[in-house]
């Protein structure tokens, strides 16, 4: 038996560390030791708020006591039988909690690249999200984007945007942090935190045209029939947020006689099977991350704004509930000794 400390939800706005004991790994299972977490800040303060619809698919997921995380980079401590591809010592991306240890199945755990930073690799689940949300966008060369919401996923989604050949890129956001970061992964346009109207200032910025294509990532359902009046006709709305309740919005007038497309980008969509139609797997953007990661393409380092020891993880979550828009990526370090 393994002993490990783990971040765990007791109810909402309840944050505790507790120990748990996990056996050592069955066949074709990986014990994995945690060296970073990184805080996917809109799935988790959702769960920890516990601000979803009674009976929505939130509700189904999040059930207290509920153990929040998936976005871990750390280290094979121990292989269970039929595990090929992987030894004792080796440095792995997984989708496991914020916790000590993790017992992983072995089709779950990647091989990290000797040369690649591990707080930057830890960002993988979030830039699969991205991804594969800008790629149902289908940006075409020239077509104007606007991203709402300049959380990380928003961030990463910009910069993919960007190399789709989206223009102009036009980062919406309250924060004047957010929006000075998005700057710097090259927006051409930053709007929201000096009170314009915004969707005369898109009209403007697109010579009257309006956006051919709009990402929502702010997961807040009230902002999305505002975002429909963004767009152009036949322009596609993308929703990469993951928002939290219902919305009313007028589906003639809004949306059928536009022509407009509204698209769902959560990250079960990646296709389950790699096909000469399709090829675009989670293992796929996986390794598209990396590789963009490692070019210089994609700037990820710029979006760490704190990192706690593990122990921390409640004071990290409480920073969280007060201010988000003052936060970018939190990571919890795991190689530090409890004092």
Sequence with gaps: MVKSKQVVF????????????????????????????????????TALTGEFPPGSAWARYVRYPFSPGYDNVGEVVALGEGVEGLKAGEKVFCWAPHSQYALVNSKRVYKVPEDASLQEVVFATLGQIALNGVRL???????????????????????????????????????????????????????????????????????????????????????????????????????????????????HDEVHTLGLRIIGAHNSMHTPYETPYNQWTLERDLELFLDLIRSGRVKVKSLISHVFPWWEAPKAYQMLLEDRTQTMGVLFDWTTPEP
């Excluded at 004991?21 to 299972?29: A, M, N, V």
């Excluded at 990380?152 to 910009?158: S, T």
């Excluded at 930053?190 to 697109?206: A, M």
Aim: glycine residues 12%; proline residues 5%.
């Design 10 to 45: 007791t109810a909402p706005r309840q944050v505790v560390m507790e120990e748990r004991e996990l056996k050592q790994p069955g066949p074709e299972q990986v014990l994995v030791k945690s060296l970073f977490t990184l805080v996917s800040t809109g799935t988790e303060l």
């Design 137 to 251: 966008g289908e940006i075409a060369l020239g077509e104007s984007v606007v991203i709402i919401g300049l959380g990380p996923v928003g961030q990463l989604a910009l910069q993919f945007a960007r190399l789709s050949g989206g223009f102009p890129i036009i980062a919406v956001d309250l924060s004047e942090k957010r929006l000075e970061i998005a700057s710097s992964h090259g927006a051409d346009f930053t709007l929201g935190s000096r009170g314009e109207n915004l969707e005369e200032e898109i009209r403007r910025l697109t010579r009257g045209r309006m956006a051919d294509v709009v990402f929502e990532v702010t997961g807040n359902q009230k902002v999305i029939p505002w975002t429909l009046r963004l767009l152009k006709r036949r322009g596609k709305l993308v929703i990469l947020g993951s928002p939290r309740g219902k919305v009313e919005v007028d589906f």
